[in-house]
């Protein structure tokens, strides 16, 4: 399926969940209206109070993260914490550059690292990159969720949708529900199901994502993916 068609049905599927619904005796609810838009504008007035919000802290903690690394350019911890930050306040360029020479040297590479140098690497649409990267990381760590969560983002944006289910589901059955990555997972995996035409499924999935919380992922690639609870 075209990226820009995947978007469409994405939007479809959520737009179905903006609709009221009345209790079912099959358990899954009757649409009967659309929002209003007094509700329309409620729902985006507090979305959007929630993203401000978001956005001090994100703000807040980059400056912190910088003095640390500014303090100790050359370790791993405080590297990884800016160059995290870094991405999240939408500078992908600038986090890659100061991992690089962590993710490039096997003596200073971790997994955590390997990882987020893959989530640079999506953001900046390389996604065979962030392929490499995430598989690296695999290797140091073989039972790391964050690893097969980006590799699924990594070989879905390339058109490996059935790749990306399994890696999906890899990681979800590492995690325990209540794991805020969990979430996120489940988001991309029923994106990943609706490329493949298996919508009944997908809108199982999203019943346990939560759109609304995309990256803290903050970015989304061009096929719809969420890389940020990232």
Known sequence: ?????????????????????????????????PLTTAERIQIAARNAAV????GKHVAGALRVSEKAY????????????????????????QSQLILR?????????TSAILVEYSKTKLSLGDFEGAQIYAQEAMVL???YAPAYHVLGIAVDAQG??????????????????TDPLY???ANNLSLSLLAQGKVTEAES????????????????????SFIGAL
């Open 1 to 33: 399926m075209k990226p820009y068609i995947r978007i469409l049905s994405l939007c479809l599927v959520l737009s179905m969940s903006a609709c009221k619904t009345v209790p079912s005796e099959y358990g899954t609810g009757d649409l009967v209206e």
């Open 51 to 54: 993203e401000a919000q978001k």
């Open 70 to 93: 500014r303090a100790n350019p050359n370790n791993a911890a405080s590297a990884l914490n800016y160059a995290t930050d870094l991405r999240k306040v939408g500078m992908p360029e």
């Open 101 to 109: 020479s962590f993710a490039i040297d096997p003596k200073k590479s």
């Open 141 to 143: 760590k073989e039972d």
């Open 160 to 177: 490996h949708h059935q790749a990306a289910e399994n890696h999906f589901k890899k990681a979800m059955g590492m995690l325990s529900k």
């Open 183 to 185: 979430a996120a997972v």
């Open 205 to 224: 999935m999203l019943s346990l994502s939560n759109p609304q919380d995309p990256l803290s992922m903050g970015v989304k690639s061009g096929n719809a």
